[in-house]
């Protein structure tokens, strides 16, 4: 049952990482109702990782080109200098805040309802309001509103909010198109996570037990395929269709889990 458990997370978190829903709500929410234990949070760091891994191999061929192009090729500089700008802000509210997030925020069921709600309205304002798109290549991204986009990405710390919803909904309001939004979240996703998850695995090491072992495989691998079967098609789906669907869905949940604290299952 146990690993069961971990292969129903780790597709939740597959799924959930690159949508603007809020990969941490849900593990957290699905994990509490299923009586998942995990002590020290260090099955939800590990499994964090295969997702980054999935976004990571599908846009290998760019970052391999950027990485071979940093001596030679001033777009590849540029690409790489972009992503480390807009890293900052959301780096150092990690190292500063982190901790206070994870002791307070994260145990509060009311704190995640309350931001998918206010999220959900947030993407409808943006999606009717945002300015006209300018910039239709996420790699193309101007450094100041790239800056701009990491600087939305600092409230992904609370719980339900989701780093790709806020940074997606900073990339519409900084002039980029749908689609090149979606993948700027998910080039800033790679060191934003990547550098997470190595906080976080230094956080949890005294927690690290191999008899869990076989648990943490099985959901990192879920989170890997989930993960690689979800980023493109949705990249597609919003070029033509938008966030909306995305908004209601935070509404809904939102207003679900009000529902289940009211009624005693949170």
């Given at each position: 049952m146990t690993y069961l458990l971990a292969a129903v997370l780790g597709i939740v978190q597959g799924l959930t990482e690159f949508l603007p829903i809020s990969s941490?709500?849900?593990?957290?929410l699905v994990g509490k109702s299923l009586g998942f234990q995990d002590p020290g949070g260090v099955f939800t760091v590990m499994i964090q990782f295969g997702s980054v891994l999935a976004v990571m191999w599908l846009y290998r061929q760019k970052i391999l080109d950027a990485f071979l192009g940093l001596a030679s090729n001033p777009a590849a500089?540029?690409?790489?200098?972009?992503?480390?700008?807009?890293?900052?802000?959301?780096?150092?509210?990690?190292?500063?805040?982190?901790?206070?997030?994870k002791g307070q925020l994260y145990q509060s069921p009311a704190v995640i309802a309350s931001a998918f709600i206010i999220g959900g309205v947030a993407i409808l304002m943006i999606e009717r309001f945002?300015?006209?798109?300018?910039?239709f290549e996420a790699d193309k991204t101007p450094i100041p509103?790239?800056?701009?986009?990491?600087?939305?990405?600092?409230?992904?710390?609370?719980?339900?909010?989701?780093?790709s919803g806020a940074t997606?909904?900073?990339?519409?309001?900084?002039?980029?198109?749908?689609?090149?939004?979606?993948?700027?979240?998910?080039?800033?996703?790679?060191?934003?996570?990547?550098?997470?998850?190595?906080?976080d695995l230094w956080e949890v090491r005294d927690h690290l037990a191999p008899e869990r072992g076989a648990e943490i495989a099985i959901g990192f691998v879920m989170a890997f395929l989930a993960a690689l079967v979800v980023v493109k098609p949705f990249v597609r789906y919003v070029a033509r269709h938008g966030f909306a669907p995305f908004a209601w869905y935070r509404?809904?949940?939102?207003?679900?889990?009000?529902?289940?604290?009211?009624?005693?299952?949170?």
């Open positions: 941490t709500a849900h593990l957290l500089r540029r690409f790489a200098l972009m992503l480390i700008i807009a890293s900052i802000p959301a780096g150092l509210a990690g190292v500063l805040l982190s901790d206070w997030v945002r300015p006209r798109p300018v910039i509103r790239a800056f701009a986009v990491g600087v939305c990405q600092m409230l992904a710390l609370v719980p339900g909010v989701s780093r997606i909904m900073g990339g519409l309001l900084a002039g980029l198109e749908r689609s090149a939004a979606a993948e700027f979240s998910f080039f800033l996703a790679m060191p934003a996570l990547a550098g997470a998850f190595l906080h509404i809904v949940a939102g207003v679900l889990v009000l529902l289940a604290i009211g009624v005693g299952w949170l």
